[in-house]
T-cell receptor, first 110, second 113 residues
Framework: EDQVTQSPEALRLQEGESSSLNCSYT??????LFWYRQDPGKGPEFLFT???AGEEKEKERLKATLTKKESFLHITAPKPEDSATYLC???????????FGTGTRLTVIP | DVKVTQSSRYLVKRTGEKVFLECVQD?????MFWYRQDPGLGLRLIYF???????EKGDIPEGYSVSREKKERFSLILESASTNQTSMYLC????????????FGPGTRLLVL
């Protein structure tokens, strides 16, 4: 079964229109939840790590939050340069690897 | 800044060829990883290494092998390339420890004809 599910698959926003991306996960013990940004044809770029429920992190127009079952990536007043695929991944207790969702492809229209 | 580099951005190979993809990191990280990324499937782990000469299979190791002779370098080998190995290959590295972030290279887009 899927351990990490991201929704929506794709999202189109007008510039300035705030929204949220969702990442739900099912692991027995969470070591960490990671958000990455990926531009077409490039490797994922690290954004945030969250370790425990209630934790929040911010970077420019992005804010990531974490509960016991899901994480949200809030995008406030997005700009066209925020267009990218956003990937969520979890590291389970005792595991070396990250399990990735399939991503949300965000398009911000000027 | 952590830097992970991959030997090629684009490669075109023929079916049956032996293919080498190389990854180098400059931050003395213990752990290194090879993933492939395909549309609709996300990133899938092929192999990872937690130390020199040490390796473990990931979710999809069939048709691949790896080599880690030096700490900074992790190579992915396609022994006999097939068309279903056409994909984006991503290398990543991470320091040893419980809460360390994984950093990715720029990727190699491989086309097998």
């Amino acid at each position: 079964e899927d351990q990490v599910t991201q929704s929506p698959e794709a999202l189109r926003l007008q510039e300035g229109e705030s929204s949220s991306l969702n990442c739900s996960y099912t692991v027995s013990g969470l070591r960490g939840l990671f958000w990455y940004r990926q531009d077409p044809g490039k490797g994922p770029e690290f954004l945030f790590t969250l370790y425990s429920a209630g934790e929040e992190k911010e970077k420019e127009r992005l804010k990531a939050t974490l509960t016991k079952k899901e994480s949200f990536l809030h995008i406030t007043a997005p700009k066209p340069e925020d267009s990218a695929t956003y990937l969520c991944a979890v590291r389970e207790t005792g595991a070396n690897n990250l399990f990735f969702g399939t991503g949300t492809r965000l398009t911000v229209i000027p | 800044d952590v830097k992970v580099t991959q030997s090629s951005r684009y490669l075109v190979k023929r079916t049956g060829e032996k293919v080498f993809l190389e990854c180098v990191q400059d931050m003395d990280h213990e752990n290194m990883f090879w993933y492939r990324q395909d549309p609709g499937l996300g990133l899938r782990l092929i192999y990872f290494s937690y130390d020199v000469k040490m390796k473990e299979k990931g979710d999809i190791p069939e048709g691949y092998s790896v080599s880690r002779e030096k700490k900074e370098r992790f190579s992915l080998i396609l022994e006999s390339a097939s068309t279903n190995q056409t994909s984006m290959y991503l290398c990543a590295s991470r320091r040893g420890g419980l809460q360390e972030t994984q950093y990715f290279g720029p990727g190699t887009r491989l086309l097998v004809l």
